[in-house]
T-cell receptor, first 110, second 111 residues
Framework: ELKVEQNPLFLSMQEGKNYTIYCNYS?????LYWYRQDPGKSLESLFV?????AVKQEGRLMASLDTKARLSTLHITAAVHDLSATYFC??????????FGKGTSLLVTP | KAGVTQTPRYLIKTRGQQVTLSCSPI?????VSWYQQTPGQGLQFLFE???????NKGNFPGRFSGRQFSNSRSEMNVSTLELGDSALYLC??????????FGPGTRLTVT
């Protein structure tokens, strides 16, 4: 059974600080996704990582993938309040079907 | 380009009833996937359709069914509703495996 584990599940951080969210998965996958969800909203695609060593950056967010360790990280640099949201990682279950982690609820405080 | 649309956005049903939710993918996208999101279970895959064929199915009871039409629009049906079926149902549209675009969701409340 494919398991996707995120940690931490809850994260409160001060503006300006850095932090990393971890996503571990149990079986090999050729794609890993990161999504953002604001309260009451749908999922917004952040990154798709397709190969070992892939690194993608957008603004204050940077995602990386280590397929050998079955680990992806989402690094937040100099957090700002607008980054408060829930972040999900997902790996391929089969074909186009995705298996999601439980999500990390991030709250950035002044 | 218009995004993924889902109708209705909100729905209240009573236990035992059935419900049909609709998803219109982005033009040109032939794959549509459905997910259920609940506070307890998180995001769970329901099924995926590609060119009117179900390619993958998640671990849900037979009360959950779906179909896809020739114009790629998809519907999912839940029969004999239970309280636990209350959830946000999300539809995703894909042109290829590496891209998935989610719709706004349908929030179903079962009373």
């Amino acid at each position: 059974e494919l398991k996707v584990e995120q940690n931490p599940l809850f994260l409160s951080m001060q503006e300006g600080k850095n932090y990393t969210i971890y996503c571990n998965y149990s079986t090999t996958s050729d794609r890993l996704y990161w999504y953002r969800q604001d309260p009451g909203k749908s999922l917004e695609s952040l990154f798709v990582l397709l190969s070992n060593g892939a690194v993608k950056q957008e603004g204050r967010l940077m995602a990386s993938l280590d397929t050998k360790a079955r680990l992806s990280t989402l690094h937040i640099t100099a957090a700002v309040h607008d980054l408060s949201a829930t972040y999900f990682c997902a790996v391929v279950l089969s074909g186009y079907a995705l298996n999601f982690g439980k999500g990390t609820s991030l709250l950035v405080t002044p | 380009k218009a995004g993924v649309t889902q109708t209705p956005r909100y729905l209240i049903k009573t236990r035992g009833q059935q419900v049909t939710l609709s998803c219109s993918p982005i033009s040109g996208h032939r794959s549509v996937s459905w997910y259920q999101q609940t506070p307890g279970q998180g995001l769970q895959f329901l099924f995926e359709y590609f060119s009117e064929t179900q390619r993958n199915k998640g671990n849900f009871p037979g009360r959950f069914s779906g179909r896809q039409f020739s114009n790629s629009r998809s519907e999912m049906n839940v029969s004999t509703l239970e309280l636990g079926d209350s959830a946000l149902y999300l539809c995703a549209s894909s042109p290829r495996a590496s891209e998935q675009y989610f719709g706004p969701g349908t929030r179903l409340t079962v009373t």
